[in-house]
């Protein structure tokens, strides 16, 4: 019982409570960033999937394109085609890759969040032992005071609440 009021009047338990507090916040914030960085993979994994349905489709018209043109065996068309799929899977893996980077940032902000959660709690768990050690002090002190200092005289040096 005189521990939580000695918490309660030094203010340790409110520095306790506001440590806790953000550390809550902290750890809220990360659940969502890692939530955003599995959107983020899902997102960049559907639209991989539409690209490369895409990169079907322009395939098939160049070559298409290159046949009406009666050009399909040409070595400039065979050129066309390749550097063509070249570059459609070029774009596939970025999308995918960017995907990879945006998850991968979301990931290292929740791991952030969480260590300033705890650095905030272990702040505040700091903070609330110097606030005890500070009211402490002032109670022994006004009791040294109460009690006469040195002299020996007083009013036999007990503090009440």
Do not use: C, H, W
Not at 45 to 71: H, L, P, T, W
Not at 76 to 103: H, P, R, S, W, Y
Request: overall charge positive; aromatic content about 4%.
């Amino acid at each position: 019982m005189m521990s939580g009021l000695f918490e309660t009047l030094s203010g340790a338990k409110g520095l306790r409570v506001e440590g806790k507090s953000a550390q809550n916040i902290a750890n809220y914030k990360a659940e969502v960033a890692e939530q955003a960085a599995k959107s983020i993979k899902l997102q960049s994994a559907f639209d991989q999937q539409q690209q490369a349905k895409e990169a079907e489709r322009i395939k098939s018209m160049v070559a298409a394109n290159i046949g009406a043109a009666g050009a399909a065996g040409s070595p400039v068309a065979i050129d066309i085609k390749t550097e063509q799929a070249k570059e459609l899977e070029l774009e596939n893996l970025l999308i995918g890759f960017e995907g990879e980077v945006g998850a991968q940032r979301q990931k290292s902000q929740a791991v952030l969040d969480r260590l300033q959660g705890s650095l905030s709690k272990l702040s505040a768990k700091n903070a609330a032992r110097r606030a005890n050690i500070g009211f402490g002090l002032q109670l022994a002190t006004l009791g040294f005071a109460a009690s006469g200092g040195f002299s020996g005289g007083g009013g036999g040096g007990e503090v009440s609440f």
